[in-house]
């Protein structure tokens, strides 16, 4: 894994000592209302997450897993690449703890994350796609901010924990791909 940095934030992967945090995050009601995660979600799924999900992504190449965070501070928040093979490009997804809200860190990593992602000497996609459920306006504010275009064309329904849900995908094309036609409405 590459291990990337900003101006405040060290982007590397989650550890042994994030578990406590990773759980007490997932508690968060807003994170439960957004990410498709556990419900309840246990201590052990907190462990999972850190000891198998993290490294058998990384290891499959599959998707890659960032914790940012301050130096070598506790966790803020994580941000997923997940590549999707079929469409040559990946999917980001992301969560913060409720105490980092408000600062601009997630933006900050995200930001990074995503330049990194669509470089060609980083991940070298040349698209990446946000989803967000209808409602969350945080996540579409966040994705629209890096650079994610929005098409209310591409609106559909996804399966959340068993319901119907309302969705709507963004793509941000790095700079050798087109960019990605916009609807007339």
């Not at 803020?76 to 980092?100: H, T, Y």
Request: glycine share 10%; charged share 20%.
């Amino acid at each position: 894994m590459t291990v990337l940095r900003t101006e405040r934030l060290v982007l590397d992967a989650p550890r042994e000592s994030d578990i406590d945090a990773v759980y007490a995050a997932c508690q968060d009601q807003v994170i439960q209302q957004w990410i498709p995660l556990a419900s309840p979600y246990t201590h052990e799924n907190a462990e999972f997450f850190v000891r198998s999900y993290v490294p058998h992504g990384a290891a499959s190449g599959r998707f890659t897993v960032w914790a940012y965070r301050i130096g070598d501070g506790g966790l803020l928040g994580v941000i997923e690449v997940r590549k999707d093979e079929a469409a040559g490009s990946a999917s980001v997804g992301c969560w913060q703890v409720p105490d980092a809200r408000g600062h601009g860190y997630m933006r900050e990593a995200l930001s990074r994350v995503v330049a990194h992602a669509l470089d060609p000497e980083g991940m070298g996609f040349s698209r990446l796609r946000w989803e967000y459920l209808v409602g969350n306006e945080r996540s579409k504010r966040l994705a629209m901010d890096v650079g994610f275009v929005f098409d209310q064309a591409s609106a559909h329904t996804v399966d959340f924990r068993g319901e119907s849900r309302g969705a709507v995908v963004g793509v941000l094309a790095g700079p050798a791909a087109p960019a990605p036609a916009r609807s007339a409405s």
